[in-house]
């Protein structure tokens, strides 16, 4: 069975940078997985970040961005914000099944 | 603009079955797939599968494939998934949410609480 790894938690400090990562247990992530990241705040659906690694929906603040780092899908947050404070999700594609990483929740303090 | 609304609160017997709702406006139904995803109290989301709005075909994740339906109806641009034979382990925010084709998820749906008890 596939496992999605993200760190459990992390904490930044308002204005600083945070990097929120997403592994495989079959390997390297690549732009085959179409690494898609998304906000979860307590109490609501989920809301769409990133797609295909590094694109953002119109709605993205641009303090977001999706890349590869390494072996690893990543979701760098610049000058974050009180807002910013929620659980971010992963998610990858391993044709024809989708997988979601753990989720990592984001503390801003 | 693009909504998804899913149906009502449910709570159901174990064993039961439940068939939630997900209604689609705002953008043709027919050229994104429905996944649907649940997500348990205080736990990660999990993809159950998804289907082709277009075509009907649906793909289910291993784990559920053996008591969860999808369909759709294009007329009414709604997508439905029934889930059989449930137990408590069934209880569950469930959630739809469309999938332009080549892996840009978007929009979601305000998700339906599924209680088993």
């Known amino acids: 069975q596939t496992v999605v790894t993200q760190e459990p938690s992390l904490t930044v400090s308002p204005g600083g940078t945070v990097t929120l990562t997403c592994a495989s247990s079959?390997?390297?992530?690549?732009?085959?997985?179409?690494p898609n990241w998304f906000q979860q705040k307590p109490g609501q659906a989920p809301r769409a970040l990133i797609y295909?690694?590094?694109n953002k929906h119109s709605w993205t603040p641009a303090r977001f961005s999706g890349s590869l780092l390494g072996d690893k899908a990543a979701l760098t947050l610049s000058d974050v914000q009180p807002e910013d404070e929620a659980e971010y999700y992963c998610?990858?594609?391993?044709?024809?099944?989708?997988?979601f990483g753990g989720g990592t929740k984001l503390t801003v303090l | 603009q693009v909504q998804l609304v899913q149906s009502g609160a449910e709570v159901k017997r174990p064993g039961a079955s439940v068939k939630v709702s997900c209604k689609a406006s705002?953008?043709?139904?027919?050229?994104?797939?429905m996944h649907w995803v649940r997500q348990a109290p205080g736990q990660r989301l999990e993809w159950l599968g998804w289907?082709?709005?277009?075509?009907?075909?649906?793909n289910y994740s291993q784990e559920f494939r053996d008591r969860i339906t999808f369909t759709r109806e294009t007329s009414a641009t709604t997508a439905y998934m029934e889930v059989r034979g449930l137990t408590s382990g069934d209880t569950a925010m469930y959630y739809c949410?469309?999938?332009?084709?080549?892996?840009?998820?978007?929009?979601w749906g305000q998700g339906t609480p599924v209680i088993v008890s």
């Open positions: 079959t390997g390297a992530v690549t732009s085959g997985h179409s």
């Open positions: 998610l990858l594609y391993y044709g024809p099944v989708w997988v």
């Open positions: 289907i082709n709005a277009a075509s009907g075909d649906p």
């Open positions: 949410t469309r999938e332009r084709w080549g892996g840009r998820w978007e929009s």
């Open positions: 295909n690694t590094g």
């Open positions: 705002g953008y043709d139904f027919t050229n994104y797939a």
